[in-house]
C-alpha cells in the first residue's frame, strides 16, 4: 500500500478486532486505547499504552508516524506493500509467553467479576523486530470468541496488558439479528414460504484479490469496507459540497505524494472484493451520495462487516485520466459485484452523464444482471427528473472530457445489436425492472422489515411515474401508504409519511386527475402543518397550483399570500422559494387576464431573483420573463414581446437545454409572434421544430405534443395547406381513439386537450360530436360523475347539441320552403347527432320537441317507417295493445282478438297495425 504522507488528513478508520495491526503499530509498541470487545457490546478491555495521534487527534497509519530502520527493513521484506507490518513466525520462547497470557486471560475470566486485575507478562523482547503476539480468547466466559493483538517494541522489555470486566455494571446488549436470522424466524412461524434470505450474504463470497502497487495506475478491483464510508461522513459533514469538490479538496491532494488511489491508503483489512457498485454523478452533494449508500445497506440488515463498496472516488485513481483499456475491468468488477446501485439525484443529471448510463448498461447485461441493478431515488421531489428521464439518450450523453464519451458511445454500440434508440428503451426497461425485483426480494419481509420494503416499493413506483405509467404508479404508492399505517410508529418517521402522500399527489396530478390531487394535498397540508422544512413548503405550493388550474382563483391565491409570509421570515426576500410563490400569483393573475396585475408580480420577480446568487439560473427567472412576454402579447406590445421572449430562450437553452418545457415553450411563443407579423414560413419552420423535439422527448400522446399538432394543423389551414391540416387532425383523432380504448388511461391531460381542440373547430363538428360522445362514456366508467373532466365534456357535448340543432333547423326551414330533398338530409343528420347525444348527455330531460323535428325530417324524405318508430319511442303517438302486452301473454292470447281491440282503440293518425292512415 502506497504510503500516506501525513496522516492528519485521514479520516478516522473504523474499529475492528485487528484494530492494532495498522493503528496501534508505532514506535512506542502501545495499543490503541479503549475499545469494545467485538460481539461483546458489555464487555471492554483496557489497554495500558496508547498510541500517537495526528494533529486532528487521529490514530495515525505506521506508515505515516515513521519507524526505526529495522522495522522499515522488515516492511521491505515482507514486500507486502499495504502499509502496515506483517505477523511473523513465533520462536519457542515466544510461544511460552503466548501459553503464560492464555492461562493469566483465562484466569481472569473465571475469576471474580466487577474486579479489576492486570496480568503481567515479562520477557526480553528480541532486538531485531517487532513481533505480533495474537491471543485467543475463545474460552473466556461471556467474552467474544474474536482475538485481541499485541505488539512489542524493540527495547522494551515487558508488555503489561489491564483488563477491566464489566460485565456486571453494564447491561448486556443483543446484536440486532440480521435479515437471514429474521428471514429463518418468519419461515418457522409459516409468515414466508423459504428460510434463505434474498441478499448478499446468501453468496459465498469469491477469494480476495491481492492487492498490487503495479496497478495503481488502473481501477482498483477491490472495495471498501462500509465502515470507511461512515468515517468519510464524519470527515466531510458540509452537504452543500459536492462529490466533485471533495475529490478536488480532499482525494487528490491526500493521494498526491505516490499519485496512488484512495483505496491504496486503506489497511489491507478494509479492502475486500466488493458487494455494492455505486453509480452516482459527481454534481450531487457528497454527503447525500454517502447517506443514500448508508441507508440502503442498513435497511438490508445484514453484516456491515462483510459488506464492502467500490466507488470511483475512492476506488479510481484520480490524478490519471481514464483510458478505453479500463473497461473490460470495469465491466468485470460490475459482474463480480452482487448489487449495482444507481443513485438518482434531484435534478437527474445522472440521465445525462455517459459513465453512468454505460455502468447502468453493463449492469443489466450481465448475467442475472436482472437482479443486480437497484435504483435508489436521493430526493422525495419526483417532478424535476420526469424530463430528463424522458429524453435520456446515450447518444446525447456527456462527459468531463469529450472523448470519454465517444469511446464509452462506440463500446455500447460495439457490444449491442440494436440501434441507440433500442438502446435507450432498454436502459429504461432495465431500471425499470431492477427496481421491480428489489421490490419483490423487499416483499417477502415486509410485515418484519417493513423500513425495507417502504423504501423499494416507492422507488419502484417512482419509476413508473418518470414512464408515465400513473396508474400502476398510483397501486403502489397506495399500497406503500398501507404499509405505513401498518408498520410500527418508531419505524416510519412523520416526515416519510408526508413524503409518501406528496408523491400521490404528484401522480394524481400528472394524470389530469386535479380533485384527487387536491384532496390529496389538503391532507398533506392539514397532517404536516407546521413542519418547517422544504417539504411541506413545496406541498404548499403544488396545492396552490392545483386550485388555479382548477380555476379556484380566489382560494389559491390567498393560500399563496398566507405562505409568502411564512417564507419571509424563515427564507428572506430574495430566496428563490419566495420568487415561486409571487410567480404564482402572476399565474393566477394571467389566468383570470389580468395582464397589468400579472406583468407586476413577474417583474417583482426579476428584481428580487436579481440580488440573489445564481438567480439567473433558476428556472423562476425564466419563468418570469416568459410570463412578461405573454402579458405583452397580450396587450399588442410587439417588440417588447420579442425583447422578453428572446430572454427567456436564452436563459433556458443554456441552463437547462434546448429541449426542456420552457424552452419548448418559448420557441412557441416565438412562433405566434411570427404568425402576428404574417411570418407564415418561419414560424411553421419553428414550430415543425418543437413538434419534432417533443415527439422525440415525449411521445406523440402526450398533451404537450398534441398541442404542437394543433398549432401545425390551424397554421396549415390559415395558409390554405387543406392536405397538411386534414393529416394533422386525422392524427389528432386517431391518438385520442387509442387513448380511449386503453383498459388504464394514464393520459387523461391528452383526453382533455383532444376534446377541447374538436370541440372548438368548426371543419370537425361531426367527428367531434362522436368522438366527443365516446370520451364523455369513458370518463363517466372510468371517472365519477362529478368529475372535472366529465362536466368539461358535458358541457362541450350541450354546445355541440346547440350548434348542430340550429343547423338542422336552418336546413329543415330551407327544404320546407323550396322542398329540397337534400337540405331534408342534411336536417336528418343533424338532427340524429343532437337527438342521440342529448340522450346520451341528459337521460332525463325531455327529448319530445327534437324527435318531432327529426320525424319531420324523415317524413320529407319519404322515410314514414323510420318517422313512426322516432315517434312512438319518444312517446308522441299511442301505442296499439300488442305493443303493450308482455311477450308471454301475446303467445297464448287470440291475434283476432288483439286486432279488434286495437282498431277500436286506435284513434290517432296511425291504423291497427301502425302504418300511416293517409284518410
Not at 501 to 530: C, M, T, W
Request: aromatic content about 6%.
Amino acid at each position: 500500500m502506497a504510503e500516506a504522507g501525513d496522516g492528519g488528513g485521514l479520516p478516522a478508520l473504523p474499529h475492528s478486532r485487528e484494530s492494532s495491526n495498522s493503528a496501534g503499530a508505532h514506535q512506542d509498541g502501545g495499543i490503541n486505547g479503549r475499545h469494545a470487545v467485538k460481539g461483546k457490546p458489555g464487555v471492554r478491555a483496557k489497554f495500558l499504552t496508547t498510541p500517537k495521534k495526528s494533529a486532528n487527534g487521529l490514530p495515525m497509519l505506521a506508515s505515516a508516524q515513521g519507524s526505526s530502520p529495522k522495522a522499515a527493513a522488515k516492511k521491505q521484506a515482507g514486500g507486502a506493500g499495504n502499509g502496515h507490518l506483517q505477523p511473523t513466525r513465533l520462536s519457542l520462547a515466544d510461544q511460552e509467553v503466548l501459553k503464560d497470557a492464555r492461562r493469566k486471560l483465562r484466569a481472569l475470566g473465571s475469576g471474580k467479576h466487577g474486579k479489576q486485575q492486570e496480568a503481567q507478562v515479562s520477557q526480553s523482547a528480541p532486538s531485531s523486530n517487532r513481533m505480533l503476539f495474537r491471543v485467543p480468547s475463545r474460552t473466556l466466559s461471556r467474552v467474544s470468541s474474536k482475538s485481541f493483538i499485541f505488539a512489542q517494541e524493540e527495547g522494551e522489555e515487558e508488555l503489561k496488558i489491564g483488563n477491566e470486566l464489566e460485565e456486571e455494571s453494564l447491561p448486556p446488549q443483543l446484536a440486532e439479528p440480521t435479515e437471514s436470522e429474521l428471514l429463518n424466524v418468519a419461515a418457522k412461524m409459516g409468515m414466508c414460504r423459504t428460510e434463505e434470505a434474498p441478499d448478499m450474504t446468501a453468496h459465498a463470497r469469491a477469494p480476495k484479490i491481492k492487492k498490487s502497487s503495479a496497478s495503481l495506475t488502473s481501477p482498483s478491483p477491490l472495495g471498501v469496507q462500509f465502515k470507511v464510508f461512515e468515517s468519510l461522513l464524519e470527515t466531510v459533514k458540509d452537504s452543500a459540497i459536492t462529490t466533485n469538490a471533495v475529490v478536488q479538496s480532499l482525494i487528490i491532494p491526500k493521494t498526491a505524494r505516490h499519485r496512488s488511489r484512495y483505496i491504496d491508503l486503506l489497511p489491507e483489512k478494509f479492502v475486500d472484493n466488493p458487494t455494492i457498485y455505486v453509480i452516482h454523478t459527481w454534481s450531487c452533494s457528497f454527503v447525500e451520495t454517502l447517506t443514500a449508500v448508508q441507508e440502503y445497506v442498513l435497511n438490508l440488515r445484514t453484516n456491515v462487516d462483510d459488506v464492502f463498496v467500490w466507488m470511483d472516488v475512492l476506488c479510481v485513481n484520480q490524478h490519471l485520466d481514464r483510458s478505453p483499456g479500463e473497461l473490460p475491468l470495469i465491466r468485470e468488477i460490475l459482474q463480480g459485484s452482487e448489487r449495482v446501485v444507481m443513485l438518482l439525484d434531484r435534478h437527474g443529471a445522472i440521465f445525462s452523464r455517459s459513465w453512468c448510463l454505460w455502468e447502468a448498461m453493463q449492469a443489466q447485461t450481465a448475467l442475472g444482471a436482472w437482479d443486480k441493478l437497484v435504483i435508489i431515488a436521493m430526493s422525495w421531489s419526483w417532478d424535476d427528473l420526469l424530463h430528463t428521464f424522458q429524453i435520456l439518450d446515450v447518444s446525447r450523453a456527456v462527459t468531463t472530457k469529450e472523448k470519454e464519451a465517444t469511446w464509452l458511445l462506440t463500446d455500447l454500440q460495439r457490444n449491442s445489436t440494436v440501434d441507440v434508440r433500442s438502446l435507450n428503451a432498454t436502459l429504461k426497461d432495465g431500471m425499470m425492472t431492477g427496481a421491480k425485483r428489489e421490490m419483490n426480494r423487499s416483499e417477502k419481509l415486509a410485515s418484519i422489515n417493513s423500513k425495507r420494503f417502504i423504501v423499494a416499493s416507492t422507488a419502484y413506483g417512482f419509476m413508473l411515474f418518470l414512464a408515465c405509467r400513473y396508474g400502476e404508479a398510483e397501486t403502489i404508492i397506495r399500497q406503500v401508504l398501507r404499509v405505513i399505517d401498518r408498520a410500527p410508529s418508531k419505524e416510519i418517521s412523520d416526515k416519510e409519511q408526508a413524503v409518501t402522500i406528496y408523491h400521490l399527489a404528484s401522480i394524481l396530478k400528472e394524470q389530469g386527475r386535479l380533485p384527487d390531487a387536491e384532496r390529496a394535498l389538503q391532507d398533506f397540508v392539514n397532517q404536516f402543518r407546521g413542519l418547517q422544512d422544504e417539504l411541506y413548503m413545496e406541498g404548499v405550493a403544488y396545492l396552490v397550483e392545483v386550485l388555479y388550474l382548477r380555476k379556484m382563483f380566489t382560494k389559491a391565491e390567498m393560500l399563496t399570500h398566507k405562505t409568502l409570509e411564512d417564507k419571509y421570515k424563515q427564507y428572506g426576500k430574495n430566496h428563490p422559494f419566495v420568487a415561486r410563490s409571487l410567480l404564482q400569483l402572476s399565474q393566477i393573475s394571467l389566468s383570470q387576464k389580468l395582464y397589468d396585475e400579472c406583468e407586476g408580480h413577474a417583474k417583482d420577480v426579476i428584481e428580487r431573483l436579481g440580488h440573489y446568487p445564481n438567480g439567473f439560473k433558476t428556472q423562476e427567472m425564466a419563468s418570469a420573463y416568459q410570463t412578461l412576454a405573454i402579458c405583452t402579447f397580450q396587450g399588442n406590445r410587439t417588440a417588447e414581446t420579442k425583447v422578453l421572449c428572446e430572454k427567456a430562450l436564452q436563459l433556458c437553452q443554456s441552463n437547462f437545454g434546448v429541449d426542456h418545457p420552457l424552452s419548448m415553450d418559448a420557441r412557441a411563443l416565438q412562433a405566434e409572434i411570427m404568425i402576428r407579423e404574417k411570418r407564415f414560413t418561419e414560424a411553421e419552420d419553428v414550430l415543425q421544430d418543437v413538434f419534432k423535439r417533443r415527439v422525440h422527448a415525449y411521445g406523440q400522446e402526450h398533451h404537450t405534443t398534441l398541442a404542437s399538432m394543433g398549432h401545425l394543423s390551424d397554421l396549415y389551414r390559415l395558409v390554405n395547406k387543406k392536405a397538411q391540416s386534414d393529416e394533422m387532425d386525422r392524427l389528432i383523432l386517431q391518438i385520442g381513439r387509442v387513448l380511449l380504448k386503453a383498459s388504464k388511461i394514464d393520459k387523461f391531460q391528452s383526453l382533455a386537450y383532444i376534446t377541447t381542440f374538436l370541440s372548438k373547430r368548426e371543419h370537425l363538428r361531426d367527428k367531434a360530436a362522436m368522438f366527443l360522445a365516446k370520451a364523455f362514456t369513458v370518463f363517466k366508467h372510468k371517472l365519477t360523475n362529478d368529475h372535472e373532466l366529465v362536466l368539461m365534456t358535458r358541457n362541450q357535448l350541450s354546445e355541440i347539441i346547440t350548434k348542430v340543432k340550429r343547423i338542422g333547423a336552418d336546413a329543415s326551414d330551407h327544404a320546407q320552403r323550396h322542398d329540397n330533398a337534400n337540405q331534408y338530409a342534411v336536417a336528418e343528420v343533424m338532427y340524429k347527432q343532437a337527438y342521440s347525444i342529448s340522450k346520451l348527455v341528459q337521460p332525463e330531460d325531455d327529448h319530445k320537441p327534437l324527435a318531432q323535428s327529426l320525424a319531420d325530417a324523415l317524413f320529407g324524405q319519404g322515410k314514414l317507417q323510420e318517422g313512426k318508430t322516432i315517434m312512438r319511442v319518444a312517446g308522441l303517438t299511442r301505442k296499439g295493445m300488442s305493443q303493450n302486452m308482455p311477450a308471454s301473454y301475446l303467445r297464448w292470447m287470440n291475434t283476432r282478438v288483439a286486432k279488434y281491440m286495437d282498431s277500436k282503440a286506435n284513434t290517432g293518425m296511425f291504423d291497427s297495425d301502425g302504418e300511416y292512415d293517409s284518410a
